[in-house]
């Protein structure tokens, strides 16, 4: 995945919240899921596409799966936007 998708992925407020969540603790997905007024359906499919594109991983622990943020992805963008900024303050 790069980073059309992860700004994407990125562009859905409730995939924002998620992220918010988990940048507090790791938490269940049914935890994420009582956080919001949607269907089990729609929660699975936002927590899909975070991890598909790198944002977040999952581990089974028993019954639940447990999302965690991926740190490593946003440093990788960090660096994008310090590089944007450097090509821009070279410039000008």
Do not use: C
């Not at 919240?17 to 935890?31: C, F, H, N, P, Y």
């Not at 499919?45 to 946003?74: A, C, D, P, Q, W």
């Amino acid at each position: 995945m790069g980073l059309n998708d992860i700004f994407k992925a990125l562009g859905d407020e409730t995939r924002r919240k998620v992220l918010i969540m988990l940048s507090e603790r790791d938490l269940t997905a049914g935890q994420i899921a009582n956080a919001f007024n949607q269907s089990w359906p729609t929660i699975s499919y936002h927590l899909e596409m975070l991890e598909k594109v790198g944002l977040i991983t999952s581990e089974r622990k028993g019954r639940n799966i447990v999302y965690s943020l991926n740190t490593t992805i946003f440093e990788e963008i960090l660096v994008f936007f310090a590089n944007v900024k450097s090509r821009r303050d070279k410039n000008g």
